[in-house]
């Protein structure tokens, strides 16, 4: 079963619908750079090393080898908060969490993107898990059950102001700017017509607070004003999937989600 799928990089010569996808199962190893032995992956940029670095694929993941002598790789997590690590060069076998991801190899001026996916995924069997204090083998309850760690109701208009922040990176821009609090207003406008600057500045505050990124009001000592918190939010909420791209059906669909 194949478990790594790499996307070269474009090329003058690629259509929008040509570039090749290569498939490597576990345990395979996958060459790049200028010039590499048969079976490769050749990226013909004269700022790419000769023996750039190599992808071994694993089970469920892939490792990043960097055979270069002085460029530092990075591979971003294009679904992510803006994610990434840092392969220096030299460095072998770095193991990369994303289950998508993206080498941006420097060249001469340009960044090449490498995609890469790793689609496989490995999950306990239902009787094996224990969940929320049930015991999965014998479905007895052992103890109270675990609070969760985020408590969110999709269907209450703070979800819905969250889901609005967090779209333009969840469309597939890591580094997308956050939208300005009108523009949030525009984009509620179709499920919550009453939305107004004054509604959506107050849920964005209160997201802050119940998302314990800082003291409720009603502490004695408020501590220091958050800045970023648009941001911070964001970063929270995509770090941890309290909002993926099939929240997004909050903004687009009133007639199915009605907010409260």
Same mark, same amino acid.
């Given at each position: ?12 010569e690629?259509? +929008? ?8 199962? *576990? !345990? ?9 032995p =048969? !079976? ?9 090393s ?5 992808? %071994?694929?694993?089970?469920?993941f892939?490792?990043l #080898?960097?055979? #270069?002598?002085?460029?530092?790789? $990075?591979v ?8 990434h690590?840092?392969?220096? *060069? ?5 193991? $990369?969490p994303?289950? /998508?991801?993206?080498? $941006?190899? +420097?060249?001469a001026?340009?960044?090449? +993107?490498v ?5 496989r995924?490995?999950?306990?069997? *239902?009787e ?8 999965g083998a %014998? !479905? ?5 059950p %675990?609070?969760?760690a /985020?408590?969110?109701?999709?269907? @209450?208009r703070? /979800?819905a102001?969250?889901? =609005?922040?967090c ?12 939208? %300005? ?8 406008? +179709? ?9 959506v500045?107050? &849920?964005?505050?209160y ?6 990124? @800082?003291?409720?009001?009603?502490? =004695?000592? *408020?501590?220091?004003?958050? &800045?970023? @918190? @648009?941001?911070?939010? $964001?970063?929270?909420?995509?770090? /941890? ?11 687009a669909e009133? #007639?199915?989600?009605?907010?409260r």
């Open positions: 079963m194949y478990s790594i799928i790499v996307v070269p990089p474009p090329t003058t690629d259509g +929008p619908d040509r570039r090749a996808q290569l498939r490597l199962a *576990p !345990g395979e190893r996958l060459a790049f750079g200028r010039s590499v =048969a !079976g490769g992956l050749t990226v013909p940029h004269e700022g790419v000769r023996r750039a670095g190599e992808i %071994t694929a694993h089970g469920t892939w490792t #080898s960097n055979l #270069s002598r002085r460029q530092t790789y $990075v971003e997590n294009p679904e992510g908060a803006g994610e690590i840092k392969v220096a *060069p030299g460095r072998l076998d770095a193991p $990369v994303f289950e /998508f991801s993206r080498i $941006v190899l +420097p060249a001026g340009e960044l090449l +993107p995609e890469v996916w790793a689609p995924h490995d999950y306990l069997l *239902p094996e898990a224990d969940a929320d204090g049930d015991d %014998t !479905g007895r309850r052992d103890g109270e %675990t609070a969760p /985020f408590s969110l109701d999709r269907t @209450k703070y /979800f102001v969250l889901a =609005a922040l779209e333009p990176r969840l469309r597939g821009a890591p580094h997308a700017p956050l939208p %300005t609090v009108d523009q949030v207003v525009e984009r509620l406008r +179709p499920a919550w017509p009453a939305a107004s600057r004054t509604s500045q107050w &849920n964005i505050d997201l802050a607070v119940k998302l314990r990124l @800082k003291p409720g009001p009603e502490t =004695a000592d *408020p501590g220091p004003r958050l &800045n970023g @918190k @648009k941001e911070s939010l $964001v970063s929270l909420a995509l770090r /941890f999937d309290l909002v993926r791209e099939d929240d997004l059906l909050v903004l009133p #007639s199915r989600r009605a907010l």
